[in-house]
Structure formats: C-alpha cells, structure tokens
C-alpha cells in the first residue's frame, strides 16, 4: 500500500466514524447489547482518547529522535474518565478533526520520514508507518463491535471500513 493511500485510509475514519453512529438515539448510546461489554457511547469516546494519544505518539516520531511512547490502560481510562456522561457527538467531530489536521502533517512529509520511530512501553520499537497503520486498524477493529452492537439493538447500518477504501 502506497503512503496516500495510507494517509486516505487513516483521513477517511473520521467520516467513517461520524456514518457509524448515525440516527441512535441516547438510549442505544448508551445501551450494552454485545458483542463487547462497552456501550456504543463508550467506543466512540475511546476511538477519540486513542486517536489523541495516537497523535500525539505520530507527532514525537516526526519532531523528536527516538521518543518514548507510553502505553495507557484503556480500561481504567474507561473508568475514571466518565466516558458515558460525553457527547458521542462531540467525540465524533474532535475525532474528525484530528483525523484531518493529523493527516495534513502527515502529508506534508517526505517519505523518508515514515522509517521514523519511537520506542513504546509495551511494543518496543515501532515506526510512522506501523503508528499509521495501527491506528487505521484500530479503528476498523471497533467499527466491527459497533456494527454488531447495532444490529443488535435493531438500527443495524451497511458496514463500512476503511480497508474497503483500497
């Protein structure tokens, strides 16, 4: 797979994202049907806290020699960051947001840039490219729970993921 290609892929979850969520009410916000024992609420809140990190881990590769990427545990963040009282909404137009000014930097790089890495706490070495490919991955991972979880709850939408954007 080529860079754009990488980049369009990693540019395009945020609309992919916003078109997940579409027409649920607060109740299937917020409902637990499975798979999976987090609520839509609760991904969509997650896919963001991620992709801020991710950012900021793409963003020390770029500008720093050798960074150190710290993991976090997502699911204490999941407990003491309240993640069902935010607006699923606003989650999804920061995700989109940092999507689309993550990938403008991105971008702007020479190719050679991608070969960059940081050293993370849990992974070890990994690279500009890896991080952008992780984090399009990640994404597709949670669409997939999400998609099941509506269909779940009876507001079942076509899937759409960004691997089918090849």
Do not use: C, Q
Not at 116 to 134: F, N, P, Q, W
Request: cysteine-free; hydrophobic content about 40%.
């Amino acid at each position: 797979m080529t860079l754009d290609v990488l980049i369009d892929r990693f540019e395009n979850g945020g609309p992919l994202l916003a078109y997940s969520i579409t027409n649920l009410s607060r109740e299937h916000e917020l409902a637990r049907p499975g798979p999976g024992a987090w609520s839509v609420a609760e991904l969509v809140v997650h896919m963001l806290d991620s992709d801020l990190v991710g950012a900021d881990r793409i963003k020390r590769v770029i500008a720093e020699d050798s960074p150190t990427l710290l993991a976090y545990d997502e699911n204490a963040w999941l407990a003491r960051l309240g993640y069902e009282d935010l607006p699923v909404e606003e989650a999804v137009s920061m995700f989109l947001a940092n999507r689309r000014w993550v990938s403008r930097i991105l971008r702007s790089l020479p190719e050679a840039d991608f070969s960059r890495a940081g050293d993370h706490t849990e992974k070890g070495r990994v690279t500009l490219a890896e991080l952008v490919r992780g984090y399009v991955g990640h994404l597709d991972h949670h669409l997939k729970f999400l998609y099941a979880k509506r269909g779940n709850l009876g507001m079942a939408v076509y899937p759409r993921y960004s691997y089918a954007l090849e």
